[in-house]
């Protein structure tokens, strides 16, 4: 039979109201306005979306509708708490969990990982990702050119290292194009930069400099499996590095999304030379700045330290600064010099102070200061 819809509001309501129902189960957004009749689960309106891609999975429906007693009743006895007990028994604490704030493709794959492929459920699905070894072809952009090209990657935990190479077959290239330790790389998806929907931007340290690959395979599951495969790598390479860490720990630090980006104005070290236009990219405690969003090598780091070590950033420019086309400027002081750049909207401002003022409100950590000296003495 069918409820009235004043009965079928009351009793959904009741439901949505229980623990765990107040957050979308795929991706934690709040108050989900649908759910999947099949799957017992309250998801957001973006994971419904991702959910009608697995329709033999998957069945959604609004909240808003007029509902049959029997679909209230499923939703009642399953719910998001233990639609997650069955679906994420086996999640590796290194695995990506994503957010409503991720990109489409990688949501989409978790959605998939969790209902389609059950891959939490059964852990011999995971090797993939935490066998500590993988390799295979991925789409690499040429540093000349810009065009993408097929180069062989080996992951390898044991080794410590990311590797690739330029010749398809790995037993006539005796060195590899670029050898990425661990220790210090990095992943981040980035669609929009590198136009396409699995591009991946993988950073590492080459003589404390920031150096740029960008990645892309055609199959996204391929994709968020070298994603996680990394997150393992980093979480097994850690745990060794810090042994009385905990899980909770440790699994922030595995790779890390770029505070900010986008382009500014700066000028020279002298304030006297003309603005030029930069892309900007603030990695954690490194504002690095390029010629181009894509380019392989900053062009020039900055680092920015904390309050308690006379790092500052304000709002506009001294007023004798010439040379700028763009009116919303910001200054960051630092102990040595200061540092002058330009928005274009006020709104940019703003988001750039902010970007600025989280990290120069956090406390430096002990290796942060061998970072900033090495900044210091460079050349």
């Known amino acids: 039979m069918s409820l009235e819809p004043e009965g079928s509001n009351r009793l959904l309501r009741d439901v949505l109201a229980r623990p765990g129902n ?64 069955k679906y994420e ?31 939490f459920e059964f852990i011999e699905k995971q090797e993939p990702y935490s066998a500590g070894y ?22 390898s935990e044991r080794e410590g290292a990311l590797k690739y190479f330029n010749k398809q077959d790995v037993s006539e290239a005796r060195d590899p194009k670029a050898l990425m330790k661990i220790e210090t790389l990095n992943a981040t998806f980035q669609p929009a930069k590198i136009g396409n929907p699995c591009g991946l931007q993988i950073t ?8 740029n690959i960008f990645v892309y395979h055609s199959d996204a599951k391929e994709m968020v499996d070298w994603f996680n495969a990394i997150r393992a790598a980093r979480f097994h390479y850690l745990q060794v590095a810090f042994p009385g860490a905990s899980d909770e720990e440790l699994v ?16 020279g ?36 330290g904390s309050k308690e070590n006379s790092y500052t950033v304000l709002s506009g420019l001294p007023s004798s600064t010439q040379g700028h086309h763009w009116n919303h400027g910001i200054t960051i ?12 909207t006020e709104a940019e401002q703003r988001d750039w102070i902010a970007a600025f003022q989280r990290v120069i409100n956090r406390p430096m950590r002990p290796q942060e200061y061998a970072v900033e000296a090495h900044f210091k003495h460079k050349p």
Not at 134 to 155: A, E, P, T, V, Y
Not at 282 to 304: N, Q, S, T
Not at 333 to 341: A, E, G, I, S
Request: proline content about 5%; hydrophobic content about 35%.
């Open 204 to 211: 590492y340290l080459k003589d404390n400099s920031t150096r």
């Open 269 to 304: 070290p002298k304030h006297t030379e003309g603005f030029k236009k930069r892309w900007f990219t603030m990695d954690d405690r490194r504002l690095m700045y390029f010629k181009d969003p894509l380019d392989a090598y900053a062009r020039g780091e900055v680092f920015i």
């Open 134 to 155: 993988r390799d295979g072809f991925l789409w690499k952009r040429g540093r000349d050119n810009g065009q993408f090209l097929s180069r062989k990657f080996i992951l």
């Open 252 to 267: 922030p630090k595995l790779t890390r999304n770029f505070m900010k980006e986008g382009f500014m104005e700066k000028t």
């Open 333 to 344: 002081v630092t102990p040595d010099r200061k540092f002058l750049f330009a928005c274009e």
């Open 89 to 119: 028994q086996t999640v590796p604490a290194f695995y990506y969990r994503p957010t409503h704030s991720d990109c489409k493709m990688l949501r989409e794959q978790w959605i998939r990982a969790k209902y389609e492929r059950n891959e």
């Open 22 to 85: 107040e957050t979308c189960a795929d991706c934690g957004n709040p108050e989900p306005d649908w759910a999947s009749l099949t799957l017992g689960v309250f998801v957001c309106q973006a994971c419904s979306l991702l959910h009608r891609s697995i329709p033999h999975i998957s069945r959604v429906k609004s909240v808003q509708d007029t509902w049959d007693a029997s679909e209230v009743e499923l939703m009642a006895t399953t719910g998001n708490n233990a639609a997650k007990a």
